[in-house]
């Protein structure tokens, strides 16, 4: 039996599990398993080398960053973003991002553009890569953040990574404004959200007041459990069309099998799973 799974902490109502098997019974893949491997933060160190044993995994909070110390090698799209949410460990443990699939699919969904007015929730490794993203597609970017916090400094190391992207592909340095996230006034086209807010059991938090959904377009909240969730729900209230992160879950999972065993999952049955996977949580 071949064996995957997923690493972070904590796990307990992960759908992964379900997700997997949904995607090996459709690509017909009969000898693979998918488990769950909670391990704490300081257990790290010691049970990297065992979770490296399967045959490839995906790592979700807290681990998206630390993780590649650990790693033989990042494949580019994980390099790009600096944070891997999945590994082959075929030949040696390469780090893959396959949010960024995810992420832009879920958008497309939405309706929405990247070029456009953008406002970003969130500085950790999904934030990166959606900034890094909304960037590269040209848009007026502003980033959230509760000033004199560890976000400051994060969206300060952004804006420069960004434009590093920018110059290696041949661009214009791009500027990215920054904003209070206790107290925003603009209008927007899109929100994004990076941050865990919202998030199983802490489900009546939001990333922001909720006045600013009254002033913009299309809301991603990257959050996937509940599903929808609050600031989606909020911000369809309000006018605002939303999608929360139950398709970039099922999304990036399909990446990774492609990845892992070069399956492949047609857009029909992915948007079962889709629904299937919102009945999970």
Not at 1 to 26: C, D, N, Q, T
Not at 50 to 57: A, R, V
Request: proline fraction near 4%.
């Amino acid at each position: 039996m071949r064996k995957f799974g997923l690493l972070g902490y904590p796990l307990e109502h992960s759908v992964s599990p379900f997700i997997h098997k949904r995607l090996f019974a459709l690509a017909g893949l009969t000898d693979c398993e998918y488990g769950l491997y909670e391990v704490k933060p300081d257990e790290l160190a010691v049970k990297a080398g065992e979770i490296k044993e399967l045959q490839g995994f995906n790592v979700t909070i807290p681990y998206k960053v630390e993780i590649i110390p650990y790693l033989d090698g990042l494949d580019e799209s994980a390099s790009r973003y600096g944070a891997v949410n999945c590994v082959k460990t075929e030949g040696g443990s390469v780090g893959y991002n396959t949010d960024v699939y995810g992420f832009l699919k879920s958008v497309e969904m939405l309706g929405a553009s990247l070029e456009s007015k953008i406002l970003l929730l969130g500085c950790g490794g999904v934030g990166r890569m959606m900034a890094i993203e909304a960037a590269l597609a040209g848009a007026e970017l502003t980033i959230a953040i509760r000033h004199e916090s560890s976000e400051e400094k994060a969206a300060g190391r952004i804006s420069s990574e960004i434009n590093e992207h920018i110059s290696a592909a041949g661009g214009k340095a791009v500027k990215i404004t920054y904003a209070d996230r206790l107290n925003l006034s603009n209008q927007y086209d899109l929100l994004l959200n990076a941050t865990p807010a919202g998030m199983y059991p802490n489900v009546d938090e939001m990333p922001v007041v909720s006045d600013i959904l009254g002033r913009v377009k299309y809301v991603f909240d990257a959050v996937y459990n509940p599903s929808p969730t609050k600031l989606a729900a909020e911000a369809q209230k309000r006018g605002a069309k939303a999608l929360d992160g139950v398709a970039m879950l099922v999304y990036q999972a399909a990446m990774a099998e492609n990845i892992w065993n070069y399956a492949s999952v047609g857009e029909e049955d992915l948007a079962v799973i889709i629904e299937e996977a919102k009945g999970q949580l």
